[in-house]
């Protein structure tokens, strides 16, 4: 029996959680003809993201800046959007990407979207942080705090990833916006340090923890 994963994305409203989703679906698909390696969504999340990629390739072939408004539908809440992974015709793995409105980070415990998420965010094996790359590096503290938050970020992760010792975690910090930070190497180095810098807090954490992994993607 093929085994399950829960993935979840946490980030505010406003960081490309949305982009990088369709865009992620987009581009692993990509992959079924070369590797045997396929990425099956549900029927409807399928179209979704689909139409959710068609929307945002027509805003970057604008010439000018287009503001682009909601590219999924129904995130008000939480989806969970199913897929499978298959190799070669063999489904392997399935997997449940938990889809989030940035908004319910900040809800109040007691807020129905807020406890479903934090149940979510148990079970999940794979946490996603998207973080806004441009308020990561040149944006001050109360633009960092509205945009990325890493003080409400530590209070959500810190409670699940010391809960239990048993349960295994990766932990993606996946940063978005921060093309004009990877040109050269000096503008690389200025965009990792402005991380560690914001997100110390959370990476002393890891660091002390034996069941969490963290990957950094710019």
Request: proline share 4%.
């Amino acid at each position: 029996m093929p085994n399950r994963t829960v993935m979840i994305m946490v980030g505010l409203d406003g960081v490309g959680k949305t982009t990088l989703l369709a865009t992620m679906y987009h581009e692993l698909s990509r992959f079924e003809n070369q590797f045997g390696f396929k990425l099956a969504a549900s029927k409807d999340t399928q179209l979704d993201l689909q139409e959710a990629y068609q929307k945002l390739s027509t805003i970057i072939a604008q010439p000018t800046f287009t503001p682009t408004g909601s590219l999924l539908k129904g995130t008000a809440g939480i989806i969970e959007r199913p897929f499978e992974i298959l190799f070669k015709g063999k489904k392997e793995l399935d997997l449940v990407f938990c889809d989030i409105a940035g908004g319910i980070i900040r809800a109040e415990p007691g807020n129905q979207d807020f406890d479903e998420f934090k149940q979510r965010l148990e079970q999940a094996i794979v946490i996603v942080n998207v973080i806004d790359g441009s308020a990561l590096v040149e944006g001050d503290e109360l633009l960092l705090e509205q945009k990325n938050d890493p003080a409400q970020i530590y209070q959500l992760l810190q409670p699940i990833l010391t809960k239990n010792n048993q349960q295994n975690h990766l932990l993606l910090f996946v940063i978005t916006k921060c093309e004009a930070w990877l040109k050269n190497e000096k503008s690389q180095k200025k965009l990792e340090t402005a991380f560690e810098t914001q997100y110390k807090m959370i990476l002393k954490l890891i660091d002390e923890l034996d069941n969490t992994v963290s990957v950094l993607i710019p």
